[in-house]
């Protein structure tokens, strides 16, 4: 089941940077918990929004095929070929999690995504080269990275859990600036 949380985003357009900043009020965009219950697991997750970030939290579960859990945006046009960088403020505990760029619908197409560390919930603000994201397909690297053309067709990104192990686990995003 999709659990839908409205979260104010603000679009700063500008000759070099673009942001989605969790915590002001501007332009509404949909989120979504998209867990493994979709394949027949167990995971579970929510989203709340706080006054200056989401958090996401919940457990994943192994059982049944189980083994992940995610939150997405609504599917977009995320044209992103002017950016070379993005920059994320976030806090973790648990769990490493991977920022996931998506350019199909279709769940078996390729996607990218890019490994973010537990960060022992402490803040950080990490820096992330748009080239270093790495292609996938259900799970598995195909050796190539984001390019210039692909940049262009980006329709959805997320946050998905990235260890295949049962447990609990949090990720609070403060912000994501897209960087020239």
Sequence with gaps: MKILLSVSLLFMLSASKKAIDFGTKGNSSD????????????SEG?????????????SVSLENNGGFASIRSAYDRYKMASFNQIEIRYRSNAYDFAMTLELFQQFYRPYFKYNLPDTK????????????FKAYSLGKYLGYKLD???????????????EKRAGAYMIEIDYINFIQ
């Design 31 to 42: 989120w979504y918990v998209l867990n493994d219950a979709v394949m027949g697991g167990l």
């Design 148 to 162: 210039n053309k692909d940049k262009n067709n980006i329709i959805r990104m997320g946050f998905i859990s990235d």
């Design 46 to 58: 929510n989203l709340t929004k706080k006054a200056n970030s989401i958090i996401f939290e919940g």
């Design 121 to 132: 919930n402490e803040w950080v603000v990490r820096t992330i080269d748009l080239k270093d």
